[in-house]
């Protein structure tokens, strides 16, 4: 199965800061990667898929991008309902496995 | 829209078995891959276990292989996950989730999940 590494697992930052998380997969996915976002006792959603792809809905300030192993995540200016956890996940062959996650918080 | 509702959840002791259910609607169901995602109290997201939609290709996690079975009833519009050898560590939040609108895998679509707790 790929294994996907995300980093840091935690996140402590201020609105208005630019924030950028990581994912590392096992092996080259293209670009088949989807993140999303858990509010605290919410269902996840989906904000991008296919490494830059915004779902529709979401705001601009979300961005992927990447390819083959490596992939980034970035809030450019932190909203305060931003707060959350945020999860990668490969879709280049089932078993379509997540990353750890990623709490952000504010400091 | 779009709709997926788990049912079936519950207590369980270790060794027990336990089917979870999904009904889907607001989509035609015949046309789609069916999965399964599980969140352990207070952890990540875990994928579980997936069907294609014509039922011929299942995947399963490592942690489930070889005691958890998918299946699927197009004409009924559900999906089924038989979990059996149960242990605590299956203590989960069950989701049923479908991609609709993107490619298999991006999964747009989320059922409110049903608790399954595995406890003697």
């Known amino acids: 199965d790929i294994q996907m590494t995300q980093s840091p697992s935690s996140l402590s930052s201020s609105v208005g800061d630019r924030v950028t998380i990581t994912c590392q997969a096992s092996?080259?996915?293209?670009?088949?990667v989807n993140w999303y976002q858990q509010k605290p006792g919410k269902v996840p959603r989906l904000l991008i898929f296919g490494a830059s792809n915004l779902q529709p809905g979401v705001p601009s300030r979300f961005s992927g991008g990447g390819s083959g192993t490596d992939f980034t995540f970035t809030i450019s200016s932190l909203q305060p309902e931003d707060i959350a956890t945020y999860y990668c996940q490969q879709y280049h062959n089932p078993p379509y496995t997540f990353g750890l996650g990623t709490k952000l918080d504010f400091k | 829209e779009v709709q997926l509702v788990e049912s079936g959840g519950g207590l369980v002791r270790p060794g027990g078995s336990l089917r979870l259910s999904c009904s889907g609607s607001g989509l035609t169901f015949s046309s789609y891959a069916m999965h399964w995602v599980r969140q352990a109290p207070g952890k990540g997201l875990e994928y579980v276990s997936g069907i294609s939609n014509n039922g011929v290709r299942t995947y399963y996690a490592d942690s489930v292989k070889d005691r958890f079975t998918i299946s699927r009833d197009n004409s009924a519009k559900m999906v089924y996950v038989q979990m059996s050898s149960l242990r605590p560590g299956d203590t989960a939040v069950y989701y049923c989730?479908?991609?609709?609108?993107?490619?298999?895998?991006?999964?747009?679509?989320w059922g409110q999940g049903i608790l399954v707790t595995v406890s003697s």
């Open positions: 092996r080259d996915i293209s670009n088949y």
């Open positions: 989730v479908v991609a609709y609108n993107w490619n298999d895998g991006s999964f747009d679509y």
